[in-house]
């Protein structure tokens, strides 16, 4: 990602992940089918409670689906696209553009295929642990950014 200065958004879902871990936010990832062999990967965080018991669901039920998309949408998360990370000629958004682009998919009513607790998955298999003096790379420190930026604002 960082040699080619591309990613898919799996990947910038992924780095953002990390770095909403590092912040200590809850990360959640999410993906939504979008064709009959692709899915688009969105990422967020718990900000209240989480409806499940389950670390990961994959292909969930109508019940779970429906239950993830009233928790999504509502003050207990914030859900944002990761492509709102990037920018580019055909790409270039900002944090609030890309939680309106992943509101907009969370109500288009594309299937739900993966919903991954972050917190609940360390909590069955601890993460590796790693060197704290590993450099952070570019994109890491510009996601960490908008990332303290918006969980450091104040809220009305």
């Known amino acids: ?13 992924l780095l953002a992940a990390s770095v909403l871990e590092n912040f200590q936010q809850n990360p959640v990832l999410v993906n939504i089918k979008t064709g009959p062999h692709s899915e688009h990967s969105l ?12 670390a990961a669901i994959k292909d969930p039920n109508a019940e779970q689906e429906s239950r993830f998309l009233d928790w999504a949408l509502s003050k207990d998360a914030i859900i944002f696209d990761p492509l709102g990370f990037t920018r580019s000629e055909k790409y270039t958004c900002f944090f609030g ?14 299937a739900v295929s993966l919903i991954l607790d972050f917190e609940k998955a360390w909590n069955i298999s601890p993460p590796i642990s790693f060197r704290s003096n590993w450099p952070l790379v570019e994109q890491g420190w510009k996601a960490g950014y908008h990332l303290y930026r918006l969980f450091d604002s104040p809220k009305p």
């Open 97 to 110: 553009d890309s939680v309106k682009l992943a509101r907009r998919y969370l109500k288009s009513h594309l």
């Open 43 to 54: 990422l967020g965080c718990r900000l209240g409670d989480w409806p499940f018991f389950e």
């Open 1 to 13: 990602m960082v040699r080619d200065d591309r990613g898919t958004c799996l990947d910038l879902a």
